[in-house]
């Protein structure tokens, strides 16, 4: 098995993963999967305040992991990369197996 060898591929699977590595963004992460959606709307599925799931959702952003953009007064949101969807599904295949 063929681990990550270049140094700016490690760098950026660790940045993810740290990214990742909260109930609240993981859970905001499963949420979005492949849509895009409201803040509001993540607040309404995650349970938490409006307030702390945006602050959550700014450290997505930043980490590149995120991307939202204006639609009049909504902030909608959805996964940047392909490869963080990837990385979601093989968490969700590997620790949450169906009965």
Do not use: W
């Not at 681990?3 to 963004?25: F, Q, V």
């Not at 959702?57 to 940047?80: A, V």
Request: proline share 2%; hydrophobic share 40%.
């Amino acid at each position: 098995m063929e681990l990550l060898e270049e140094e700016k591929d490690i760098n950026k699977a660790t940045r993810a993963l740290k990214a990742m590595a909260h109930p609240l963004r993981l859970k905001i992460l499963c949420v979005l999967r492949d849509n895009e959606m409201a803040v509001l709307e993540i607040v309404k599925y995650v349970g938490s305040s409006q307030s702390n799931i945006s602050q959550h959702i700014d450290i997505l952003r930043t980490k590149n992991i995120l991307e939202s953009r204006r639609d009049g007064n909504k902030i909608l949101c959805k996964i940047k990369d392909v490869k963080i969807l990837k990385l979601v599904a093989s968490m969700k295949e590997v620790f949450c197996p169906e009965k």
